[in-house]
């Protein structure tokens, strides 16, 4: 088994800078990609940033590109998405997100709530 916990999030003023975290426990030999989805009120979830657990690749969404950087603590098995420039549109709830081996559904964190204000 692999356990995610967030932490980070909160509220931070326009242009301001935020770092979450996602702490991958247990089994983490397993996890083939890791990333971080979102979804603001009224909206679908959507793709944020991710990589692969290797380290081969890594995308970001169009939300992301050039304002957020994805990044990872291997020795404590833990991800970070680190967002500049935060923009009262990045308002949302972050869900922290893992590809097992073996396992169809994907892995979710409990999710960390960012508010950035005008």
């Known amino acids: 088994q692999v356990q995610l916990v967030e932490s980070g999030g909160g509220l931070v003023q326009e242009g301001g800078s935020l770092r979450l975290s996602c702490a991958a426990a247990?089994?983490?030999?397993?996890?083939?990609?890791m990333g971080w989805f979102r979804q603001a009120p009224g909206k679908e979830r959507e793709f944020v940033a991710g990589?692969?657990?290797?380290?081969?690749?890594?995308r970001y969404g169009d939300p992301a590109k050039g304002r957020f950087t994805i990044s990872r603590d291997g020795a404590e098995n833990t991800v970070y998405l680190h967002m500049n420039n935060l923009k009262p549109e990045d308002t949302a709830v972050y869900y922290c997100?893992?590809?097992?081996?073996?396992?169809?559904?994907?892995?979710w964190g409990q999710g960390n709530k960012v508010t950035v204000s005008s």
């Open positions: 997100n893992a590809a097992i081996v073996g396992q169809t559904a994907a892995l």
């Open positions: 990589f692969s657990w290797t380290g081969d690749w890594a």
């Open positions: 247990g089994r983490t030999f397993r996890i083939l990609s």
